[in-house]
């Protein structure tokens, strides 16, 4: 079973930076594919940023130039670098981790096999 245990989440005003982390469990190996998916108060939840274990990734239209996914894959720990924050990224963000492509699976709009519990950003203006 893989385990996902985020932190970093907080408050910030706009224009401000954090970083997320994720946790991962031995289980989830290098051989994953994880990402970061977030839901907005009263909305769906959206994909955010993908890493497959090829070393490609993606990122949702919103986010693009501001947000980094990236991996320590000796610690198993993933990364959201989350620069210029915005408002409207105020969120509960997700790890979440699979077998398949995780870009194919957030360019899809499915759910991934493994999620974490989430942690909170908000962003005041």
């Known amino acids: 079973h893989v385990q996902l245990v985020e932190s970093g989440g907080g408050s910030v005003q706009a224009g401000g930076s954090l970083r997320l982390s994720c946790a991962a469990s031995r289980r989830a190996d290098s051989t994953y594919n994880m990402g970061w998916f977030r839901r907005p108060p009263g909305q769906k939840r959206e994909g955010v940023a993908a890493?497959?274990?090829?070393?490609?990734?993606s990122y949702a239209d919103p986010v693009k130039g501001r947000f980094t996914i990236s991996k320590d894959n000796d610690k198993n720990i993933l990364y959201l670098q989350m620069n210029s924050l915005k408002p409207e990224d105020t969120a509960m963000y997700y790890c979440a981790a699979d077998r398949s492509s995780m870009t194919g699976i957030q360019r899809l709009g499915i759910d991934p096999d493994y999620w974490g519990r989430g942690t909170q950003v908000t962003v005041s203006s």
């Open positions: 890493l497959d274990s090829d070393g490609t990734t």
